[in-house]
């Protein structure tokens, strides 16, 4: 498995979480990089993008509370998640994808990890 994601868990409303993502090559330097989640019973929703350039791309439901982040040299993605509330509950998983595909909608088009729980209780 190339991209492996740990970090999640149960908070209750108004916690944060990290979410990290090792991917295994540094091949995955190039490629633009994110992340998505699935809520049960929900389809797939980009939440933000880590372009090569630097660029990031948050959800509008995310925007402010969510920070994205990308160390190359230790071949790490992150995601801050602060002032967590119940509709953030979602299995997140991190991609890469080429810079073509990098938009929130089509960012889990390319290689993905095998997601991590990310429950907020009320």
């Known amino acids: 498995v190339d991209l492996v994601e740990s970090g999640g868990g149960s908070v209750q409303a108004g916690g944060s979480l990290i979410l990290s993502c090792t991917y295994a090559t540094y091949t995955y330097s190039t490629y633009c990089m994110g992340w998505f989640r699935q809520a049960p019973g929900k389809e797939r929703t980009g939440v933000a993008t880590?372009?090569?350039?630097?660029?990031?791309t948050y959800a509008t439901s995310v925007k402010g509370r969510f920070a994205i982040s990308r160390d190359n040299a230790k071949k790490t993605l992150s995601l801050q998640m602060n002032a967590l509330n119940p509709d953030d509950t979602a299995t997140y998983f991190c991609?890469?994808?080429?810079?073509?595909?990098?938009?929130?909608?089509?960012?889990?088009?390319?290689?993905r990890g095998q997601g991590t729980q990310v429950t907020v209780s009320s």
């Open positions: 880590f372009r090569a350039d630097g660029t990031t």
């Open positions: 991609a890469a994808v080429s810079a073509k595909q990098c938009t929130l909608g089509d960012i889990f088009l390319g290689y």
